[in-house]
Nanobody
Framework: EVQLVESGGGLVQPGGSLTLSCAAS????????MSWGRQAPGKVIEWVAT????GGTETADSRFTITRDNIRNMVYLQMSDLRPEDTAVYYC????????????????WGQGSQVTVSS
């Protein structure tokens, strides 16, 4: 069974940093495209970053970095210089940016991790 479990969310002050973790099970992350998406209250799901199978990455914002740990079968999202507008539920997704933008009906999604940026 494919399962994705996010952790590491919480409350952070503007300008701060946070790293989200995604533990994958039931498949090997080295054989899948892995992405992060987010959804702010009242807004559509937004693509954040993608880690390609061959090791390349794509991000929507240079403040965010996606990495992969092949041994631990995990994916991470490092976020820096956080702003109040980054407040959202962040999701780990097995799939490309198109899968993220298409919504939760496609691919495999974690339960989400809340990130709140506020002073």
């Amino acid at each position: 069974e494919v399962q994705l479990v996010e952790s590491g969310g919480g409350l952070v002050q503007p300008g701060g940093s946070l790293t989200l973790s995604c533990a994958a099970s039931g498949f090997n992350v080295t054989h899948s495209v892995m992405s992060w998406g987010r959804q702010a209250p009242g807004k559509v799901i937004e693509w954040v970053a993608t880690f390609l199978i061959w090791g390349g990455t794509e991000t929507a914002d240079s403040r965010f970095t996606i990495t992969r740990d092949n041994i631990r079968n995990m994916v991470y999202l490092q976020m820096s210089d956080l702003r109040p507008e980054d407040t959202a539920v962040y999701y780990c997704v097995r799939g490309t940016w198109d899968v993220v933008r298409a919504g939760k009906k496609f691919g495999s999604w974690g339960q989400g991790s809340q990130v709140t940026v506020s002073s």
